[in-house]
């Protein structure tokens, strides 16, 4: 009954807009598959958050700290690559969603600090986790994989599997990671892929309820 009621309340998050990485390397945010500066909040694409950029290629990562926003350039030449954005503190309010520091404390029906993390694998070899926050991977080399064929996915949170994280694939919910942080999921098409995750962690002594994790994995399918 838990996972169930897990499963609906992030539903909303993961239908939400969403994060990925293009061939040339550039974040985007929108819907797949549609024109993302159609899409796009009108003050998204000046918006910047404090972030972490790594960059694995044969093996080495490279990791670059400071602000980044929606459009700008991950990494180029990497095997894999990864960004991981610090959105801010947000509240849920009868009337919207707002920054938890404009909320009126006797208002707020739900609070959290959003964190997100975009992947991309340009090489399927390439397939383990970075080891940094919380990410979607593979358990198994995925070369090879086409349209039908079932992804071996893994959810880490800096390396180590996480059981519960809820999963959806091109934004519907498919189900949960199992003890082992381990799901499957069949491909539907071929060409960019992306599967999302999603992690609650429950806080005390702090300005928000909980830290809500997204973690976004992008590949290209033959």
């Not at 790594?54 to 894999?80: I, N």
């Not at 992947?119 to 399927?124: A, C, D, G, S, Y």
């Not at 199992?178 to 799901?183: F, L, S």
Request: net charge neutral; proline share 4%.
């Amino acid at each position: 009954m838990y996972r169930l009621f897990l499963l609906l309340a992030t539903a909303a998050t993961l239908t939400a807009h969403e994060y990925w990485i293009d061939a040339s390397g550039s974040l985007q945010r929108g819907h797949l598959g549609a024109d993302a500066s159609e899409h796009m909040h009108k003050d998204e694409a000046v918006k910047q958050y404090p972030s972490e950029r790594y960059c694995r290629q044969s093996g080495a990562v490279d990791e670059v700290k400071g602000v980044f926003g929606v459009s700008e350039r991950v990494g180029t030449a990497c095997d894999t690559m990864m960004v991981i954005l610090h959105l801010g503190d947000y509240a849920k309010t009868p009337y919207g969603i707002v920054a938890a520091s404009e909320a009126n404390p006797a208002m707020v029906l739900k609070s959290w600090e959003s964190i997100e993390s975009v992947k991309r694998l340009n090489q399927l070899s390439d397939f383990a986790p970075l080891g940094k926050g919380f990410e979607l991977s593979f358990s198994r080399d995925p070369s090879g994989l086409e349209a039908g064929d079932k992804m071996r996915l893994l959810a880490t949170y800096d390396g180590a599997p996480k059981a519960g994280a809820v999963v959806a694939y091109e934004g519907r919910v498919v189900g949960t990671t199992d003890d082992a942080g381990r799901i499957n999921v069949r491909i539907r098409h071929a060409g960019l892929q992306l599967v999302r995750a999603t992690l609650r962690q429950p806080l005390t002594n702090a300005p928000v309820a909980e830290r809500l994790y997204n973690a976004t994995l992008n590949l290209e399918v033959k």
